[in-house]
């Protein structure tokens, strides 16, 4: 028998080190040539890890959550051959040549590997607890008192929990593992942030700590643009995407930042040097199951209305789906902060650092607006945006903000080139 030990890959972008977000094997476990070992992430890129090898697992080097150091043992894989093999460094998705293609030269065995700490080995899958035979009403009974019944042993018939059981667990007064309703609770819960979600959490706190925030908040009438939008998406071909409000005010953003260059760019905390891009790469900020996620529309200058709709809907399908690139996640300029129709009243977005500026996008709502001679219904939104105070000022945000609402209020003026 040999041993093949894995080490963590070079994954490329000059990365030195990857988070372990995901086992997909544990020791003990068959493994075959080319099957997924473990996923890592770096940066917000998820990056699966091939088994080179076919063999039986026999040791993990971490815990879900850990950063693993690039070359650093990841997995030791006992092997049907007669002598250990050092591991194959791959890139992501890329296989070594297989070992009969050229023998290694013979080495002595690897050491066994060192024991793992307790709270680094996988646990072992439990048994699944049977259900506690009982009755609906007994089992009513016993939620009412307060009584797991996996806690009782039943006098009845094949095991069988009766009243008489629960009401004896009770007189005795033995703890139980659930609560009666309206009881006190005093349990608490430690869940470790791993994965995307620590990836957020550390950009939260980036941003929050080196950006003094200036939000500002400007109601939109959003009824002409709501028309027009109907309908372009009555007379739309059928390889084109249903239009949301989103490629509109993509467009409006091109046009206002081209009067505001400062609003669409990025700001060096280090050097103190203020970055303005010509291109208008629009991060959409999308939720998907595993967490927040920014895909970036490239380009959006030279993008028209329905090319930003499709981009848009295809690069949000890729988050969902967790087949993002690393670069078609990185590299935007200005960002877009939306809820749709949980969007609320007001809100107050986190810059996306190193940006300098961030729109957030409330829901529509019916709300009555003076004419000048009367209440009239009309389709109202709020545009909450947020902004890097060092960069940006009050009299600029408003500017920007006052410039988008026009733009949205008269849809025409998105449509007029130069």
Not at 43 to 57: L, N, Q, Y
Not at 156 to 174: H, K, M, N, S, T
Not at 329 to 350: D, E, M, R, W
Request: hydrophobic fraction near 45%.
């Amino acid at each position: 028998m040999g041993e093949f030990v894995i080490k963590m890959p070079d994954v490329g972008e000059g990365v030195a080190e990857a988070e372990l977000v995901e086992w997909h094997v544990k020791a003990g476990d068959p493994v075959k040539e080319d099957m997924v070992i473990a996923a890592v992430m770096t940066d917000k890129a998820t990056v699966e890890i091939p088994s080179p090898v076919s063999g039986t697992v026999v040791w993990l080097g971490a815990e879900i959550g850990d950063r693993i150091a690039v070359k650093a043992p990841l997995v030791r894989i006992e092997t049907g051959g007669g002598e250990a093999s050092d591991r194959v460094e791959t890139r992501p998705g890329e296989i070594p040549a297989k070992a009969a293609a050229s023998p290694p030269p013979a080495i002595a065995p690897a050491p066994p590997p060192a024991p793992m700490a307790e709270s680094a080995r996988r646990p072992e899958a439990e048994a699944p607890v049977e259900k506690p035979l009982a009755s609906p009403s007994v089992r009513l009974f016993a939620r009412e008192s307060g009584v797991d019944l996996r806690q009782l042993k039943g006098s009845g018939p094949a095991g069988r929990i009766l009243r008489e059981d629960v009401e004896q667990f009770v007189a005795r007064g033995e703890p139980s593992s659930i609560q009666p309703a309206m009881a006190k609770k005093i349990s608490t819960e430690e869940v470790k942030l791993t994965g995307l979600r620590r990836r957020i959490a550390e950009k939260m706190s980036l941003s929050t700590s080196r950006i003094p925030h200036i939000t500002y908040v400007e109601e939109v009438d959003m009824t002409a643009l709501e028309e027009l939008r109907a309908t372009m998406n009555r007379d739309r071909k059928r390889e084109q995407p249903k239009l949301t409000v989103l490629p509109f005010l993509m467009r409006a953003i091109v046009k206002a930042v081209a009067e505001q260059p400062n609003v669409n760019a990025t700001f060096d905390d280090e050097r103190g040097i203020l970055i303005r891009h010509g291109a208008v790469n629009i991060g959409i900020a999308a939720q998907t199951p595993a967490g927040l996620v920014v895909p970036v529309v490239k380009n959006a200058e030279a993008r028209g209305i329905w090319d930003c709709a499709s981009e848009m809907g295809r690069l949000a399908e890729a988050a969902r789906a967790g087949t993002a690139t690393r670069d078609e996640l990185f590299g935007s300029t200005i960002t877009i902060s939306s809820l749709g129709a949980l969007g609320g009243i007001v809100s107050t977005p986190v810059i996306n650092h190193p940006e300098v500026a961030i729109v957030g996008v409330n829901k529509i709502a019916v709300r009555p607006a003076w004419d000048g001679t009367q209440f009239v219904p009309r389709k109202m939104m709020n545009l909450s945006s947020s902004f890097d105070h060092r960069i940006i000022d009050g009299w600029d945000a408003a500017t920007f903000v006052q410039r988008v609402r026009v733009l949205l209020e008269t849809p025409a003026l998105i449509f007029i080139e130069g």
